[in-house]
C-alpha cells in the first residue's frame, strides 16, 4: 500500500514546491507523513460540500488547489466555516495538501495546459524559474497570425465549457503575443508588457487594471477564475495515478463554480 509520503513525494514530482510563490502555503497542511494513502481527490477549493465528499468517498488525502488554511489559526472549532471543514476532514482521517502557484508554474501545470488549449506556439515562461528554466510563473505564446482577440475568447470558452469570457481591448484585432496567468493576473501586467505580450489570458482582473491594461495596448480576456484553473484538477488526479502504483485519484465531483453567470430577462 502506498503511503501518505509516497503520494506527497509525486506530488513534488509533479509540481516541486520550489515553484511556489514565496507567500503561499503549499505542501501538507493536514496529515501525518506515514499513515496509507489509497484514495487521493483532487479538487480546486476546499469547501465544506468538498469536504464532506471527501469524508463520504473515503479519501485518505484531498489535494486542494487553494490551500486551506492559507494562514496560522489560533483556533479550530466549529464556530467558522473553515473550522467545520477542517473537523470535517480531520474526523474522518484525511490529510490536506495543496501545490497550489507550484502547480501553476511547474511543466505541464496549468498555465502549460492553457497553452495547450490556444493552440499557442514558442511557449515559454513569462519569468523563468532560475534553477528550473522551463518552468515558472505564468507563460507566453505566438498565436496564429489570424486568430483575433475574439475568437482566442471563444476558443477558451469553448474548451474550459463555459458561458462566456470578459474581454477589454479590441477583440477584433490579432491576438498576437499571448500572456497566460491562470487565476488572478492583473498584478502581471507590468511583466506582460515588458515581454512584449500583446493578450493577456487569465481567470479575473480588476476594472481598473482592465482599464490599465487597455490604456497599455494590451488585450485582455477574463474567463472566470474558477475556470480559468478547474479543469486541470482532473488531469492532475490523472498525473497521481500514472505515478504511483496501486493509487486511486479523482476529481472532486460536487464542485461547483460560486459565481454563476445568469443570463438577462427577455
Partial sequence: MPTLNDVTAA???????????SWDAVGL????????CQRVMTCLTLTAEVADEAARQQADLVVTHHPLPFRPVARITDDTPYGRTLLT???????VWSSHTAWDSAVGGINDQLA?????????????????????????????????????????????RCPGSHVAGDASRPAGTVGIVCGSGGEMLGELIAAGCDTLVTGEVRLHTAAEAIASGLAVIAVGHHASEHFSMAALARRLEA????????????????????????
Fill in 11 to 21: 506530488l513534488r514530482k509533479i509540481a516541486p514546491l520550489e515553484l511556489a510563490a
Fill in 29 to 36: 497542511l493536514v496529515g501525518s507523513r506515514r499513515s496509507g
Fill in 89 to 95: 476532514l480531520l474526523s474522518a482521517g484525511v490529510a
Fill in 116 to 160: 495547450t488549449l490556444l493552440g499557442l506556439g514558442n511557449v515559454r515562461p513569462i519569468q523563468p524559474h532560475p534553477d528550473m528554466p522551463t518552468a515558472g510563473t505564468g507563460r507566453m505564446g505566438a498565436a496564429s497570425e489570424a486568430v483575433s482577440v475574439g475568437q482566442l475568447a471563444s476558443r477558451l470558452a469553448a474548451a474550459l
Fill in 243 to 266: 505515478e504511483v502504483a496501486g493509487l486511486a485519484s479523482w476529481a472532486s465531483r460536487c464542485e461547483r463554480d460560486p459565481l454563476a453567470w445568469m443570463p438577462a430577462e427577455a
